[in-house]
Nanobody
Framework: QVQLVESGGGLVQAGGSLRLSCAAS????????MGWFRQAPGKEREFVAA????????RYAESVKGRFTISRDNAKNTLYLQMNSLEPEDTAVYYC?????????????????WGQGTQVTVSS
């Protein structure tokens, strides 16, 4: 069992930045590929970014490519999402997720463990 706790969400103006963190409960954090997903009001949850076990391979949704950066610190059991040039369309609840495989995946069903989410609101 892996427990994930997100933090760092909040209210920011368009063009601003936020850094989300996701703390994992297990020392075996480095065995898992990790991902960020988001769900906007009235919409389905969607893929944002993913990183493999080492941090050496990443994948992004087209809508965030060039603005968001996913990274991880295995020594701290923590996943990050640096979000720059935020847009009102980025407003959503952001979730981190862990999969028991070590390679990157954009598919929600490939992830076993999920955090409770953190709200990001971008004002225009």
């Amino acid at each position: 069992q892996v427990q994930l706790v997100e933090s760092g969400g909040g209210l920011v103006q368009a063009g601003g930045s936020l850094r989300l963190s996701c703390a994992a409960s297990r020392r075996t954090f480095s065995n898992y590929a990790m991902g960020w997903f988001r769900q906007a009001p009235g919409k389905e949850r969607e893929f944002v970014a993913a990183v493999n076990w080492s941090g050496g391979s990443t994948r992004y949704a087209e809508s965030v490519k060039g603005r968001f950066t996913i990274s991880r610190d295995n020594a701290k059991n923590t996943l990050y999402l640096q979000m720059n040039s935020l847009e009102p369309e980025d407003t959503a609840v952001y979730y981190c997720a862990a999969r028991t495989q070590s390679n990157v995946s954009p598919r929600e069903n490939d992830y076993t463990y999920w955090g409770q989410g953190t709200q990001v609101t971008v004002s225009s």
